[in-house]
């Protein structure tokens, strides 16, 4: 919440992009001709608006689906179809050995949090498989 109308104004601006995003994306799923990127958006948008979960939650929740962006670029503009049994071991080699690339500030190398562990690499195949459910729906 805000006092400033200029504040306001921004937020406001800003939920309604994410709105007419997640109008975008349902649409094109419900006609079958979504792609990942747009089922991605969709899975965001119903992590937000989940009441029963905590803050914490839903924030990790959503830094999975934020890490299968950052480990997957080519992910986004595929199709549910085109996602394989060798498509995700490929990933996950590529994910296990390189990670995110994540450098704390004033770091000069990647350290230990940098998107490789396997903890983190199964959330997101959690969050893979919760897209490609959606998809089937």
Not at 61 to 69: F, W
Not at 75 to 80: D, R, S, T
Not at 84 to 89: L, R
Request: net charge positive; glycine share 8%.
């Amino acid at each position: 919440k805000t006092d400033k109308r200029e504040v306001a104004d921004i937020r406001l601006a800003a939920k309604m992009a994410d709105i007419t995003k997640a109008r975008g994306a349902s649409v094109a799923v419900a006609n079958g001709t979504g792609r990942m990127g747009e089922l991605m958006t969709l899975l965001e948008g119903r992590i937000k608006a989940r009441s029963d979960l905590k803050p914490g939650t839903r924030s990790r929740l959503l830094q999975a689906v934020a890490y299968l962006r950052k480990t997957w670029p080519e992910l986004p503009n595929l199709k549910p179809a085109a996602i394989t049994k060798g498509a995700v071991i490929d990933w996950r080699s590529r994910a296990l050995s390189e990670g995110t690339g994540h450098k704390n500030p004033g770091a000069k190398a990647p350290g230990a949090n940098d998107g490789r562990s396997p903890s983190s690499f199964n959330k997101a195949l959690d969050a893979l498989r919760a897209l490609l459910e959606l998809a089937a729906e």
